[in-house]
């Protein structure tokens, strides 16, 4: 059985308690991410995501995460410096968590679990290029890796997942986020 997504508590990387539920009625894109993965550079297209339709009722939602090969070891206050000043990143961004495994956070628990699978043309290379480095990508429906992509509707339906090599304002994702908000 599902779990309300709005119900779920979630505390913001300034350390302030809220709730999934404060975003209702917006679309959503979450994804976890991390400062040192080589896909960080992608902080910039979620930005311009942002930037481009926060009046429009969208949000990019930044969960900061160290489960793939160490690479978010900071604290909230290096990870929102970091953020902040290598990329201007204005969107909400939250405390670290976990998003694979037994421990992982409720959020991530009901996001992989109302979407197990995701999409994305270079998914095969990207899992790839991961055993190449010599990293032992998760099996589904775990994340494969940082960076990995939820479009949640206005009324809170997990409408898409996209696979970390899709690039946050690549077109299927733009054109995803267009279709929501017009709905």
């Known amino acids: 059985m599902s779990v309300d ?16 539920g404060d975003y209702r009625n917006q679309v959503l894109l979450v994804t ?18 942002q930037k481009a339709y926060s009046g429009s009722g969208f949000n990019v939602l930044g969960f900061p995460a160290n ?3 160490g690479q978010e070891p900071g604290s909230d206050k290096d990870i929102q410096d970091f953020c902040t000043g290598n990329f201007g990143a204005t969107f909400p961004m939250f405390s ?10 409720p ?23 991961l055993i190449k480095f010599g990293e032992t990508p998760n099996a589904e429906p775990e994340l494969l ?20 090599d899709t690039l946050p304002d690549a077109p299927v994702i733009v054109a995803a986020i267009e279709k929501e908000l017009v709905k």
Do not use: M
């Open 5 to 20: 997504l709005y119900t779920i508590p979630v505390t913001k990387i300034d350390g302030t308690v809220a709730s999934f």
């Open 32 to 49: 976890n991410v991390a400062s040192k993965c080589g896909l960080t550079p992608q902080y910039e297209g979620l930005e311009r995501l």
């Open 67 to 69: 489960d793939f090969a």
């Open 96 to 105: 670290k968590i976990q998003v694979t495994g037994p421990e992982k956070h």
């Open 107 to 129: 959020l991530y628990a009901e996001l992989i679990d109302r979407v197990p699978t995701s999409t994305g043309e270079g998914k095969a290379g990207f899992i790839q290029g």
């Open 145 to 164: 890796w940082n960076f990995e992509k939820f479009l949640i509707s206005k009324d809170g339906e997990v409408i898409a997942r996209f696979s970390p």
